[in-house]
């Protein structure tokens, strides 16, 4: 009855999806359209913390390695912590800019976390290039956060922030188990399937 | 022109364009979907059930992407304009 992984990976893109269209309406309407509905303001950090929430069952039922195991925990934590904080800062009860590093800290420990527990090489086959490029996605794009906790107002950092989640979005859509990656795949990967 | 005239313009054209982007998120994404269901019909296995197990069946990713735009476009879209227009009125 457990759902195969590429299955979990489309589940929580169509999760990222929904979050990335939020925040684009966030930046498009500005904060203060957005926030003229309390749970509209609560929807995105409620949705990330959620996400970390399930990331929870991804990592006690996905145990092929310990790697995994600690990459899907690490995640599991930051995005629950990340969520949180912004739950916090919408309902006031945090006001210094600088907690919103916490999302930050999402980005750079999600990334890591992609990089690690990869052990095979970019064109391995799909899902190992998909978690080399969605590491380094992450990591690079850290910078959309840092500017949006430095320059809270900054239009660039909020719409960058909100495209990383729809690019991550695609990214889990497009994994396979086994599948080709630019017509290459290992021949140690496994018969390949569509 | 009247400068006060000339900002007020400005800054209906620029709620319009706001109002524009909100309302084609949605589609946008419904669009997406079927283009992504037309392009790789063989990822929606419901139109071609061949013994595939209960996760096959149930997720998916074209119908997801589908899902998430009506989402949006009847559940969050439909609020967030009538607030922007809200919004408009009162800086009148």
Redesign the interface.
């Known amino acids: 009855m457990q759902p195969p992984a590429e299955h979990v990976h489309w589940l929580f893109a169509t999760g990222f999806l929904l979050l990335g269209l939020i925040l684009i309406a966030e930046v498009a309407v500005g904060p203060e359209v957005w926030r003229r509905r309390a749970w509209r303001a609560y929807l995105w950090p409620a949705i990330a913390f959620g996400l970390g929430v399930l990331l929870w069952p991804v990592m006690v039922f996905y145990t092929n390695s310990t790697l995994h195991m600690i990459a899907h925990g690490a995640w599991a934590q930051v995005l629950m912590l990340g969520g949180a904080i912004e739950l916090t800062l919408v309902r006031g009860k945090l006001q210094s800019k600088w907690w919103r590093l916490g999302m930050t800290s999402v980005f750079l420990v999600s990334g890591a976390a992609f990089l690690v527990h990869e052990q095979n090489s970019w064109f391995f086959q799909r899902s190992a290039f998909l978690h080399h490029l969605m590491g380094w996605t992450l990591l690079v794009s850290s910078i959309f956060p840092l500017a949006r906790t430095i320059r809270p107002r900054s239009q660039v950092a909020a719409t960058g922030f909100a495209l990383m989640f729809v690019a991550v979005a695609v990214m889990l859509y497009c994994d396979r188990d086994v599948a080709p990656v630019f017509g290459h795949i290992s021949p140690l990967a496994g018969a390949p399937h569509r | 022109m009247n400068a006060e005239l000339v900002s007020e313009l400005k800054t209906r054209i620029h709620l319009t364009a706001?109002a524009r982007?909100?309302s084609a998120?949605?589609p946008l994404?419904v669009l997406a979907g079927v283009v992504w269901a037309l392009v790789q019909p063989?990822?929606i296995t419901l139109l071609h059930p061949h013994g595939e197990t209960?996760?096959?069946l149930v997720?998916e990713?074209p119908l997801?992407?589908i899902?998430?735009?009506l989402?949006?476009y009847f559940v969050?879209?439909p609020?967030?304009l009538q607030?922007?227009e809200?919004?408009r009125a009162a800086s009148r």
Do not use: S
Request: aromatic share 22%.
């Open positions: 706001r982007i909100v998120l949605g994404t063989y990822r209960f996760w096959f997720v990713p997801l992407v899902a998430v735009g989402f949006f969050i879209a609020g967030l607030d922007l809200d919004h």
